[in-house]
């Protein structure tokens, strides 16, 4: 019989892993902390070329204008790698190439840059997301985090930072 997994995130984002393939009745559930510093395994993508709620982006200019003197700015300063704040703000500022993340990322293991709930493609609707470091500074994966755990996109398997250990 597998454990299930229950996900906290760090920024007060709490992500549920959807396993129903893996639960059992009567299965035991584990509650793990997830956040910055954390690395997470992919799963199997939903089609043979790509993920379905995994993506890519590829930063093609950065925004030159330094980040407004606003109140977030204030309290958070610029992305803290250590939480996660402020990271949407810090790298989705100039140009971008988007896609879905191909398939032969199936089984790597990435490090998870940050967390937080944004606002979904329908009115009133709020998504999960994960952001995960590349190898390359200009680039990241963007997890819509309960449906790629629904769908097997992410694998359940998640490596500690040492320091949670």
Not at 24 to 41: F, R
Not at 75 to 99: L, Q
Not at 159 to 165: D, P
Request: charged share 25%; net charge negative.
């Amino acid at each position: 019989m597998r454990n299930g997994f229950r996900f906290v995130c760090k920024n007060s984002v709490v992500l549920l892993l959807a396993l129903f393939p893996f639960l059992q009745l009567g299965a035991q559930s584990q509650e793990v902390s997830v956040g910055a510093g954390d690395t997470i395994v992919l799963g199997k993508p939903t089609s043979p070329e790509v993920y379905a709620y995994i993506d890519i982006f590829r930063k093609t200019r950065w925004d030159p204008k330094p980040l407004p003197n606003d109140e977030f700015t204030q309290k958070f300063g610029t992305y803290d790698s250590s939480t996660g704040n402020g990271f949407f703000r810090y790298f989705f500022r100039g140009d971008f190439d988007a896609a879905e993340l191909p398939a032969s990322f199936e089984g790597r293991k990435l490090p998870i840059l940050g967390v937080e709930v944004i606002p979904g493609k329908s009115e009133g609707n709020l998504v999960n997301v994960m952001y995960l470091k590349t190898d390359d500074p200009n680039e990241i994966i963007i997890v819509e985090f309960d449906d790629a755990m629904q769908f097997g996109e992410l694998g359940t398997e998640v490596l500690l930072n040492a320091a949670k250990r």
